[in-house]
């Protein structure tokens, strides 16, 4: 198997394990607490991250905009979004709880292409959100009967919509979109990025190698293009195309 | 009596902290935002974005089968056909 698909296999195993960690810290440590220490080591990994393989020069010159919209969507989203997640984990099983936030983060991120990307969404695209929301309903509302009374009473429109769904999304929007809809994001691929919940700053600064867009039948792909690789590029000044800062 | 209750219950907050347990709150923290995201982040550089989501997205069949092993936690099978139909869904979404 590709280096490229073992590390993504291993990334997911990395953050299965974490989230298991996660549901037995959240017992000993208020939400608050327990996000913060994990946002300071997330930060400190970051930090060897950056000064380990990053160009260092470079990042003076990310734009001021980047910086402020980054700082915005991290607030909200590890700042307030995360303790709210670690409520509702604190309540409900971690096996109810991790899925029903991915689902609902892969809704909120194609709602996210369709209103801020302005992407054209298909047949599959409904038919995949209609799956999606069905076990999301058989995974909460569902489930209400099997569970205790405690448990139950987080696994309504309470746990779901306001804790995992309203106040995540918001901090992704409050970078993605601002990073979009201003025009200052360097690429539709990190606006796409941002979208859908990663917040590494200036991937294409930090990691080097250039990013483009390419439409396929109305509909906007994203991929990474590199020499030697099969790719279609986007025409210069075009709708679809991207600058590289 | 009250008054008892509440100074105790402080008391546990205060003996529950503990420095290695913070040492493994930053850890897992480091772990999550940090490990996890670089290596998916070199995922999508070397395999692509699309294949990459696909794949992330098995995290929640992980998830799952990690807290029904270690943590012991019950699923049944609405459960398991939940959570079979959301990463039908999101790979719908992502490959079609």
């Known amino acids: ?245 | 009596m009250a008054h008892r209750d509440s100074l105790r219950r402080r008391m546990h907050y205060r003996s529950g902290w503990s420095f290695r347990l913070s040492g493994v709150a930053i850890a897992n923290g480091a772990g999550m935002l940090g490990v996890a995201s670089m290596l998916f982040l070199v995922g999508i550089e070397r395999a692509g974005l699309s294949i990459s989501a696909v794949l992330g997205s098995t995290q929640i069949f992980w998830t799952t089968m990690l807290s029904v092993l270690v943590l012991r936690e019950r699923m049944n099978l609405a459960g398991i056909v939940g959570i079979t139909a959301m990463f039908s869904g999101i790979t719908i979404i992502l490959l079609l």
Not at chain 1, 1 to 25: H, N, W, Y
């Open chain 1, 1 to 245: 198997m590709p280096i490229g698909e073992l590390a993504v296999l291993a990334s997911t195993l990395v953050f299965s394990i974490t989230g298991i960690v996660q549901k037995r810290l959240v017992a000993r440590f208020r939400p608050l607490t327990l996000g913060a220490l994990g946002a300071g080591g997330g930060a400190l990994a970051a930090l060897v991250f950056v000064l380990t393989t990053s160009d260092i020069s470079a990042i003076p010159r990310i734009p001021t905009t980047h910086v402020v919209l980054g700082i915005l969507g991290g607030i909200i989203n590890i700042g307030l979004g995360e303790p709210l997640y670690l409520l509702f984990l604190r309540n409900v099983d971690v096996s109810k709880a991790w899925p029903i936030m991915a689902g609902l983060l892969s809704i909120f991120s194609l709602l996210s292409g369709i209103l801020i990307l302005r992407e054209t969404p298909t047949a599959f695209d409904i038919g995949g959100v209609v799956v999606v929301v069905t076990g999301v309903y058989l995974l909460s509302f569902g489930q209400r009967k099997h569970t205790d009374k405690n448990q139950a009473s987080w696994l309504g429109f309470k746990g779901v919509f306001l804790s995992i769904g309203g106040i995540r999304v918001l901090g992704v929007w409050a970078y993605g979109a601002g990073l979009c809809v201003t025009g200052d994001g360097p690429t539709d691929f990190e606006c796409a990025e941002a979208i859908s919940g990663m917040y590494l700053p200036d991937h294409h600064v930090l990691a080097g190698g250039e990013r483009d867009t390419h439409t396929e039948g109305g509909r906007r792909r994203f991929g990474v293009w590199e020499q030697g690789q099969e790719g279609v590029v986007a025409e210069p000044g075009g709708e679809d195309s991207c600058e590289v800062t």
